[in-house]
């Protein structure tokens, strides 16, 4: 990033945005250089707060998002600023135990139940519709591993009875409407297996192995436009059926599928020019490893604009896993309009790593994302971002297994990135193994997290604390801690949890 102000001073800087413009298309990030000055420095620990599991702040900063503890309710907040009034000097007392309240900074809007007796809401399940305020949620019944052979379905593949999304309008709770799904597996940890592009939403069944788009609508309604699985065209299943009745009445490869392997199989011929090499080509690299192909399923799928999906296929076992760097995977861009697969990459390809370092913006670009959504620091964005990678890159023992491990973040994982300028790495530097911009749990530390200026090397611009002030706990309980930032205020949730023990919630703002 371009330094636009002359000093690191506050006043400073406010003078320098008086008199001098930044370049077009640059006054954003140079506004943001002001995050250096204005920090979440202080911090009231083990604050007084309602016993909720608090999920994220909503990308436009309106709402914060909680539930029951029971996975039952959900419980929707609004941020406000703390106030309060000294009859002296403020800055030289601490502050009142009022102020010292969960309530003083975030208002309670309301508190509904979503889930029913035998069903349980997803913590990690939320995707959020800013330009209309809507909230989608999921509940579902408990998982079951012996799930009976059903037809359609993937043996290996576990069931859950009914799978619930609902999609609230956060601002009154109102629920407008809810699509369920039953006897199917939904990977709905971290929002995995939905995405959101605009109005668009797409779903994946992994047990069914079907793409479900559906349409919110204006009004509120979940609309399924199209399913991609066994049929890719609205009338392939009523083809199918008229010719299964006069001709063959065998089974057949999914639609889905059946793209994948003439395109496999197009790849392949084009390879070698020779005609008679041909031949002993296919037989090597296509039908030698034919059912291998044949026996790939979907396991992950995103937007790339409103007509191509991006698609992962990988083996069943991998899947189902939470761990799948080492597995062989390929990744496909699937046209909707045309059925075609237009591309295909293996999980090892340098040209696909190429494509991830360069442009990684395009792979969760989403023309509704709020001003702070489109600054979110990457590689393909930031220098000290690309920096980091290619320096893990550099220390990487085999290459091949780097660009495996980061193939596995894709498909990208829709909204599961904080916005908040206090990750933004032109600005600052902290440790990516104790907290990050990535939405996910980590390991808790006894030492307080440095946020160091990239401006100023040797200057620690603030710190955050998960757990108690006096840091005296059992080092031999596992604890991890959660951030929670908010997209543009100086002020975040640390939350830290240990086995057998209460939740400690710790509030950083700027006093």
């Not at 991609?228 to 299943?237: L, N, P, T, V």
Request: charged content about 20%; aromatic content about 14%.
């Amino acid at each position: 990033m371009v330094r636009f102000f002359r000093s690191g001073n506050l006043t400073s800087r406010v003078f320098d945005r008086q008199f001098l413009s930044p370049r077009p298309g640059a006054a954003v990030n140079t506004i943001r250089q002001f995050y250096e000055n204005l920090v979440p420095s202080y911090t009231i620990f083990d604050i007084d707060c309602p016993d909720y599991s608090f999920r994220k702040f909503t990308d436009d900063g309106k709402y914060l998002v909680a539930f029951s503890r029971n996975h039952q309710d959900l419980i929707v907040y609004r941020p406000i600023w703390l106030t309060y009034s000294c009859n002296e000097e403020c800055d030289s007392h601490d502050l009142p135990p009022k102020a010292k309240r969960f309530d003083s900074f975030f208002k309670q809007l309301y508190s509904i139940p979503l889930a029913s007796s035998n069903e349980y809401i997803c913590k990690d399940f939320f995707l959020y519709m800013e330009s209309h305020q809507f909230g989608l949620f999921a509940t579902s019944t408990a998982q079951s591993n012996d799930s009976t052979a059903t037809e359609g379905a993937v043996h290996g593949v576990p069931s859950i009875e009914k799978i619930t999304f609902y999609l609230v309008r956060l601002e009154d709770g109102v629920i407008l409407d809810e699509k369920a799904f039953c006897n199917d597996f939904i990977n709905l940890a971290h929002s995995i297996g939905a995405y959101l592009y605009e109005d668009l939403l797409c779903i994946v069944s992994l047990r069914y192995q079907t793409i479900h788009i559906l349409q919110i609508r204006d009004s509120g309604n979940l609309v399924e436009v199209r399913r991609i699985g066994a049929f890719c065209r609205e009338d392939d299943e009523l083809f199918l059926h008229s010719h299964v009745q006069t001709g063959y009445g065998g089974s057949f490869l999914p639609g889905i599928k059946q793209r994948l392997l003439s395109y496999i199989f197009r790849k392949t011929w084009n390879e070698v020019p020779d005609q008679t090499m041909r031949v002993q080509h296919l037989k090597k690299k296509f039908y030698f490893h034919f059912q291998d192909y044949v026996d790939l399923i979907i396991w992950k799928v995103q937007f790339l604009d409103r007509h191509h999906l991006f698609i992962k296929f990988g083996s069943v076992d991998g899947g189902v896993s939470r761990s799948t760097d080492q597995n062989l995977a390929f990744f496909a861009v699937y046209n909707m309009e045309t059925t075609d697969i237009v591309s295909l990459y293996q999980n090892s390809s340098e040209e696909l790593y190429s494509l991830f370092e360069q442009f990684y913006d395009h792979f969760h670009a989403n023309p509704q994302d709020s001003s702070h959504g489109k600054f979110i620091s990457s590689q393909s964005n930031d220098i000290h971002a690309l920096d980091q990678l290619r320096a893990m890159k550099n220390k990487a023992s085999s290459s091949s297994q780097f660009v495996k491990k980061m193939m596995a973040s894709l498909p990208y994982t829709c909204q599961s990135q904080s916005p908040s300028p206090y990750f933004d790495l032109s600005l600052f530097r902290y440790d990516e193994k104790l907290i990050s911009a990535i939405d996910r749990h980590r390991h808790c530390t006894e030492h307080p997290i440095k946020f160091i200026s990239v401006r100023s090397p040797n200057v620690v611009r603030f710190k955050i604390k998960p757990g108690s002030d006096s840091g005296a706990s059992d080092s031999r309980a596992k604890r991890i801690s959660s951030f929670l930032f908010h997209p543009f205020l100086p002020l975040a949730l640390s939350i830290q949890q240990t086995y057998m023990q209460p939740t400690v919630v710790n509030i950083h703002f700027r006093r």
